[in-house]
C-alpha cells in the first residue's frame, strides 16, 4: 500500500502546484552525475569561497531553496559565495543496495573531486542538514584533508539512548535489520517517523498552522512546506537498514565504531573547523544529539549555535532552512564563521 500511498501524495502536490505552490528553486547547472547522485552548480559568483551543500535523501532537495524570501541557496549566494548541491537520485526498481558506502563516501567524493576541479582546486566548505548532515560530517571524517570546514544545521550525529523520545521510539517501533536490497517506498519512512513521534510530524503541524493563519507570509511557507512533505522519495533499503541499525541502534559514529569501505571513523577524524546549529525544539536533533560528538572532536575550532525557533516553519526540525527569524538572526552568524575560516593563502590548492 505505500508504493500507492507514495502516488496519492504527489497527486496532492500536483493540486497544490496548480494553485501557485509549486516549487521555483533558481537557476543551475548539472556538473556532473552518476548512478545515485548528481552534483548542482548553481549561477552566481565565479569567485569567492565554495560551498557544497549534502541535501537529505528522504525529500527532494528543494527545501533550501522553498522561496526567495526563504532560502539558503539565494542567501549564500547574495553573499558571494559559489554554491554547489548534492541531490540523490531516486533507486529504480533494483537500486536497494546502496548503503552508506556509497552515499557517505563514493559520491560525495567524487562530488567534491569535481567541485574541486571546477574550482581550481579550492577547499569547499561542506554543509549539511539532517540526514544530510550526518552524511557530510561522515565524509569529512574519512577526508578531513579535503574540507575548508563543516556546517551541520539539525544534523544528528550521537543516537545513544534517552537522546530524544522520537529516537526511542523509532528504535522500538522499527522492525530489526528490514530485508536489504529492496526499495523502500517514501511514505513508509513518513509513517514511521509519524508513529514513533506524532508530536512531532503530526500535532506540531496542525498547531503551527493555526499560528500561520493570521500572517499571511508564514501561512505562504507553511502551506509551501506541507506541498514539498507530498514529495515522497523512494529509498534503498540498504541505507534504511544501516541508518536505522548503525546509528539509531549502535551509535557507530558517536562511539568511534562506523566503518565505510574497510575504515574506521568517528569525530576524533574531523579535524576541521565545525559550526553546528541546534533548535532545542526539534525532536529529530536536539541538542542533546549534537553536543556529545562535538565534545569529541579532537580540536577546540567549533561553534555551536542556538536556535530558538518559531512559527511557520511546519516542523521545527526545518526551522533553520525556511524561518524568517533564522534568516534574520542565525545565517548571518553562519556567513560570518564562514569568512572567519577562508583557505589561507600560502596553502597549495588541490589542482597544484
Known amino acids: 500500500m505505500f508504493p500507492l500511498t507514495d502516488a496519492l501524495r504527489q497527486a496532492q502536490g500536483q493540486v497544490l502546484d496548480s494553485i501557485g505552490f509549486a516549487p521555483h528553486e533558481c537557476s543551475y547547472r548539472i556538473l556532473a552525475s552518476n548512478r545515485h547522485w548528481r552534483l548542482r552548480a548553481y549561477d552566481g ?50 537500486g536497494g543496495d546502496a548503503g552508506l558506502d556509497e552515499y557517505a563516501d563514493q559520491a560525495l567524493s567524487e562530488a567534491m573531486a569535481c567541485v574541486a576541479e571546477h574550482a581550481d582546486g579550492a577547499k569547499p566548505f561542506l554543509m549539511g542538514h539532517s540526514l544530510g548532515g550526518t552524511f557530510a560530517a561522515i565524509f569529512a571524517a574519512l577526508a578531513p584533508d579535503r574540507i575548508q570546514g563543516l556546517v551541520l544545521l539539525g544534523a544528528p550525529l ?36 509519524a508513529m514513533a513521534s506524532p508530536d512531532t510530524f503530526v500535532w506540531s503541524r496542525l498547531i503551527d498552522a493555526t499560528l500561520s493563519m493570521g500572517d499571511w507570509q508564514a501561512s505562504d511557507i507553511h502551506a509551501r512546506i506541507e506541498r514539498w512533505a507530498l514529495d515522497e522519495v523512494p529509498l534503498s533499503g540498504t541505507l534504511v537498514t544501516q541508518v536505522l541499525d548503525w546509528f539509531y541502534r549502535e551509535n557507530r559514529f558517536c562511539r568511534e565504531a562506523l566503518s565505510i569501505r574497510g575504515r574506521t571513523v568517528g569525530p576524533s577524524d574531523l579535524g576541521m573547523p565545525v559550526l553546528a546549529v541546534v533548535n532545542p525544539a526539534d525532536e529529530v536533533a536536539p541538542k542533546e544529539s549534537v553536543a556529545p560528538f562535538l565534545d569529541a572532536l579532537p580540536h577546540r ?17 526545518l526551522g533553520i532552512l525556511v524561518g524568517r527569524k533564522a534568516y534574520a538572526e542565525v545565517w548571518p552568524q553562519i556567513i560570518s564563521w564562514l569568512e572567519d575560516h577562508p583557505q589561507p593563502k600560502d596553502v597549495a590548492t588541490l589542482s597544484e
Open 45 to 94: 559568483p565565479d569567485t569567492g569561497s565554495c560551498l557544497v551543500i549534502v541535501s537529505a535523501p528522504i525529500k527532494k532537495p528543494y527545501i533550501w531553496d522553498l522561496a526567495p524570501s526563504v532560502s539558503a541557496i539565494r542567501y549564500c549566494l547574495r553573499h558571494d559565495m559559489r554554491v554547489f548541491l548534492v541531490e540523490w537520485i531516486p533507486p529504480g526498481p533494483t
Open 158 to 193: 550521537s543516537f545513544h539512548e534517552g537522546v530524544s523520545r522520537f529516537r526511542d521510539s523509532l528504535v522500538a517501533l522499527a522492525p530489526y535489520s528490514p530485508v536489504q536490497a529492496e526499495v523502500m517506498p517514501g511514505s513508509f519512512l513518513s509513517t514511521l517517523s
Open 301 to 317: 575550532d567549533v561553534r555551536l549555535i542556538i536556535y530558538p525557533g518559531e512559527f511557520g516553519v511546519g516542523f521545527q526540525h
